[in-house]
């Protein structure tokens, strides 16, 4: 070969081995800031994640906008709760013309469901429970390696170092409630978002709205959590970082129960927050309930 073809061929072997290790990260979207995190840790520098509900944003009352239309569109990936947490997904992956994979992170989990009107519907708050969130993790790699196989190892690596976290997590919490009363375990909350937590580590959440934050409750419904409060003893009282709190705040001046701080149940706190990512998030709900919990 003469020496020139030997060295412009040289040369786009290069350029082209270059351009690979280079690779623009894959533009994933979360639908919402905790599943973001998720993604985040599970995708490491290859992945791109934008949440379309951002922290301390409230899901249930979400509405798209032209921007997050246009996320979709350029995404390659599109990761949700499902659950039917995202009542909105149909509308805009229409609107952005979106014909990508679209994974629900919740897929294969236990589900909790909730009486609601004549039959039972599923609670979309399994992320509360980091047993449930291994299940998480494991979907979003799988579905990470199907756009980015060139990385799957990487993908799967990452999740399985994220999976000892969360089993890590999940032994923290089991100590930190194991030394608290069962008939001491009771709790009032804004909606009903913590139930999954309830079930994994023995707490009665008592929510004074239902799953989602888009109604308010009766005076009816008032009444009867206030005498529930002074009857049972309740004693900790917790507004959600997404939610108004102004329900319960009447249920504290009115039963003398206090407020034991905020939970963090739907959304992450920003960047500067005291829940920025999942894990914080959890150990610190954990935290703020044994203490208000333990006697
Ligand atoms: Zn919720």
């Known amino acids: 070969m003469k020496q020139w ?9 290069w350029l082209g081995a270059a351009q690979a290790l280079r690779a623009e990260p894959i533009p994933v979207v979360a639908s919402f800031s905790i599943l973001a995190d998720l993604a985040r840790q599970v995708g490491g520098e ?19 906008t032209p921007a997050d239309v246009g996320r ?18 149909t509308r805009l992956v229409q609107a952005a013309g979106y014909g990508g994979p679209v994974q629900a992170a919740s897929d294969g989990v236990k589900v909790r469901t909730v009486a609601q009107g ?9 992320w509360q429970d980091p047993v449930a969130v291994q299940q998480y993790v494991r979907n979003i790699a799988q579905a990470l390696a199907q756009v980015d196989p060139a990385q799957a190892d990487a ?11 969360l089993q890590a997590l999940d032994t923290d919490i089991q100590a930190r409630f194991s030394g608290i009363p069962a008939d001491r375990r009771k709790v009032i909350t804004t909606h009903d978002a913590m139930g999954y937590f309830g079930d994994r580590y023995g707490v009665t959440f008592v929510p004074a709205q239902g799953l989602t934050t888009a109604s308010e409750p009766s005076a009816r419904q008032l009444a009867a959590l206030i005498r529930q409060v002074r009857v049972e003893g309740i004693t900790a009282l917790f507004v959600e970082n997404m939610a108004s709190a102004a329900v319960l705040r009447q249920i504290a001046a009115e039963t003398g129960a206090r407020l ?14 005291d829940a920025p990512d999942y894990l914080t998030m959890m150990r610190r709900n954990a935290n703020a309930l044994a203490m208000a919990l333990t006697p």
Do not use: K, M
């Open 260 to 273: 034991g701080g905020t939970l963090y149940s739907d959304a992450l706190s920003g960047e500067g927050g």
């Open 118 to 126: 004549r039959g039972d519907v599923p609670d979309p708050h399994a």
């Open 155 to 165: 993908y799967a690596r990452n999740a399985q170092a994220y999976l000892a976290r």
């Open 46 to 64: 290859h992945v791109a994640v934008s949440a379309l509900i951002g922290p301390d944003q409230d899901g249930h009352v979400y509405q798209p």
């Open 72 to 89: 979709v569109a350029n995404a390659r990936l599109v990761l949700i709760n499902g659950l039917g947490f995202e009542g909105w997904l």
């Open 5 to 13: 073809l030997r060295v412009v061929l040289c040369g786009v072997l």
